[in-house]
């Protein structure tokens, strides 16, 4: 009976380390969003997401200080200011925003050109 009790002990303490792990790990992830350049204005980005037809408009705080990467043919031009990183940057142009919450932590410019 004592070995049934401490088994079955063994069995609920590990399930409580695994969820309480798995829980940790999807704390720690970040949300990106792709969709294409709208506008940029007084530190608030926003871009077009979705479907055609189905297109929503996000918006992000984005602080003063962030840098940004911005493709340029096979290169990843890193850390750019970002006003000069949006400063002649066409509508369209496809953006990815990476934020956990209200935080943007990254931007990155365009895309990989495909081989």
């Known amino acids: 009976m004592l070995r049934a009790l ?39 980005l926003t871009i077009t997401t979705g479907k055609k037809g189905e297109e929503t408009d996000k918006t992000f705080k984005v602080a003063d200080t962030l840098k940004v990467n911005k493709w340029d043919g096979e290169d990843l031009k890193k850390e750019l200011a970002i006003n000069d990183a949006f400063k002649d940057l066409k509508e369209g142009t496809r953006v990815a925003v990476t934020a956990d919450g209200d935080k943007v932590s990254a931007i990155v410019i365009g895309s990989k050109p495909k081989k």
């Not at 590990?14 to 294409?36: D, I, Q, R, Y």
């Open 6 to 44: 401490l088994g079955g002990l063994l069995c609920v303490t590990l399930v409580g380390f695994t969820s309480a792990a798995e829980a940790k790990k999807e704390e720690k992830k970040a949300n990106v969003v792709a969709g294409k350049f709208k506008s940029y204005k007084d530190g608030t």
